[in-house]
């Protein structure tokens, strides 16, 4: 059975910075090409934030370009986003994903980790 379990979240000001992580267990890390992050606020959608593919090749929502950092240790089979200044509209759940087509239709899910930005 495939788990993905987010942690790191939590309450910062504006201009700080968070580090999450998504470990994965129940199937081999690099079996997984496609690796996301979404994040929904309350009152809104959900919405894609940014993908890793198998090669590191990355990609990111055009908001957080320059501020946010997706990466993975496949050795930990860990998924990390490096969220860097802060912005009190970053304010939200955000959850990994996985899957073939982790950026549209990811297979997996994890449960989610509230960040939360004061001004």
């Known amino acids: 059975q495939v788990r993905l379990a987010e942690s790191g979240g939590g309450s910062v000001q504006t201009g700080g910075s968070l580090r999450l992580s998504c470990e994965a267990s129940?199937?081999?890390?690099?079996?997984?090409?496609?690796m996301a992050w979404f994040r929904q606020a309350p009152g809104k959608e959900r919405e894609w934030v940014a993908t890793?593919?198998?090669?590191?090749?990355?990609t990111y929502l055009d908001d957080v370009k320059g501020r946010f950092t997706i990466s993975q240790d496949k050795a930990k089979k860990t998924l990390y986003l490096q969220m860097d200044n802060l912005k009190p509209e970053d304010t939200a759940m955000y959850s990994c994903?996985?899957?073939?087509?982790?950026?549209?239709?990811?297979?997996?899910w994890g449960r989610g980790t509230q960040v939360t930005v004061s001004s």
């Open positions: 890793i593919y198998s090669y590191d090749i990355t």
């Open positions: 129940g199937y081999t890390f690099s079996s997984i090409n496609c």
């Open positions: 994903a996985a899957g073939p087509l982790c950026a549209t239709k990811p297979l997996y």
